[in-house]
């Protein structure tokens, strides 16, 4: 058996959610950091590469060669005191005094340096990669053999260029990425987890109004429930009375189709399925033909209305409206009364119900509107539905005492503009 209730199903389905939107993002940005960090490593190579090719291809347009090598270009040329730091060097050939330029970035064996020239002259080829200095530092080199007039190797020109610096700048490149990436995730797994929240809002607010709507359906059908079992009871235990009993019962039984009414209407503009059909109508004539048209059970109810236009959904302000004049003949008596004074006021959009009860109780009058909220024993629903009918429609409902006694219920509406 599933004891999950709906709403932590509904918990985690938000979590599940967040955690795809996670999971999904992270794999994303995982990847881009990791091509961000390859493109920068790639670029600090090019750039080492780019320097010693400027100086070795620098370097060989300035050695002259004509059966002996002169240097005379070389020792002037600003590549001559500045790193990358290089060596001219026989590699083999027929020997001749090695060239150091006055730079020493890095030091370098001369044996190693000597055997990449080397390589470079036997081979006629380009010679480059990474060595070590003789300090244990990681170094490129570009070894580019100098050739005579008849396209011979004679010397080598070996460029060499620490990569400390540009592995530093990469190590701290690739941690910005990496910490990067962890906050985004983090912010992304925060607004995953609002935009999920977000997202199930609308299911979360279903459930509610569902829970609600049975709540109130049993709170309010239970009281008119057990007072018609009481009647088919006493009707069926004494069929001598059921004359009598049988009224009783159809207006119970009235009353309860109300109230089931008045649940679906609340459930309905709850949910937002409810869909207002605005048209002009004469308020005036809309209350007098409620007055008209309901049971007042006795109570002297009064009308005075001036003609005033509204743009309304007809059903459902005749319900809001009916709800209020109902509310008011049920409880608007003072204890003991014979019946109650009901006056009902139409003026400039505003319907005004006003009654001879008890009133209101002033530290609830905020709450009477709520749903299960007892103000002298008025219906928290059938006020609720009014609430709700008026913010429809943009208006406002409010409540407060006479200074005579009794309740006052003010409808405003907004007056139409035809």
């Known amino acids: 058996m599933n004891t999950h209730s709906s709403a932590d199903r509904l918990r985690r389905l938000r979590w599940t959610l967040t955690a795809l939107f996670v999971v999904m993002n992270t794999l994303g940005l995982v990847v881009f950091a990791w091509l961000l960090i390859n493109e920068d490593g790639d670029q600090g190579e090019q750039r080492i590469d780019a320097e010693l090719t400027q100086v070795t291809s620098s370097v060989s347009r300035l ?47 001369t044996q190693l340096l000597n055997g990449l020239a080397t390589e470079a002259v036997r081979t006629g080829k380009l010679v480059q990669g990474y060595q070590k200095g003789t300090g244990g530092e990681v170094v490129k080199v570009r070894a580019e053999p100098l050739r005579d007039s008849d396209g011979k190797a004679f010397a080598a020109v070996v460029a060499v260029k620490s990569t400390e610096a540009d592995d530093a700048a990469h190590t701290q490149f690739t941690l910005l990425v990496i910490g990067g990436t962890v906050l985004l995730i983090a912010v992304l797994g925060f607004a995953g987890h609002l935009l999920s929240g977000r997202s199930i ?17 049993a709170h309010d059908l239970r009281t008119p429930v057990a007072a018609l079992r009481a009647l088919a009871e006493t009707a069926m235990a004494n069929p001598a009375q059921s004359a009598e009993l049988l009224p009783r019962t159809v207006r119970l039984a009235a ?62 302000l005749q319900r809001a409206i009916g709800n209020l004049l109902d509310n008011a003949v049920r409880y608007g008596r003072q204890p003991g009364a014979a019946k109650a004074f009901v006056h009902l006021t139409v003026a400039g959009g505003t319907v005004t119900v006003a009654d001879h009860g008890p009133g209101i109780d002033t530290t609830m009058a905020g709450d009477a ?39 006052i219920f003010e409808l405003r509406l907004p007056v139409s503009g035809s």
Request: net charge negative; aromatic share 6%; with cysteine.
């Open 201 to 217: 809002r609308p299911a979360a607010a279903a459930l509610q109004q569902q829970e609600v709507l049975l709540a109130e359906t």
């Open 369 to 407: 509107f709520d749903r299960f909220a007892s103000t002298g024993g008025s219906s928290g629903l059938g006020l609720s539905i009014v609430r709700w009918v008026a913010q429809a429609h943009g208006g406002t409902l409010a409540v407060y005492n006479a200074d005579e006694g009794g309740a």
């Open 63 to 109: 050695v002259a060669f004509d059966g002996t090598i002169d240097f005379g270009f070389v020792n002037t040329d600003v590549l001559n005191d500045r790193c990358p730091q290089f060596a001219i060097l026989p590699g083999g050939a027929p020997s001749f005094q090695a060239h150091l330029s006055r730079a020493s970035c890095v030091p370098m064996s």
């Open 255 to 316: 009353r309860m189709g109300g109230i089931i009414d008045d649940l679906l209407v609340r459930a309905r503009l709850a949910a937002g399925v409810e869909q207002l059909s605005i048209q002009p109508i004469w308020l005036d004539q809309l209350v007098v033909g409620i007055v008209e048209d309901t049971a007042t059970d006795g109570a002297e109810v009064t009308v005075t209305a001036a003609p005033t236009k509204v743009d309304a959904d007809p059903a459902l």
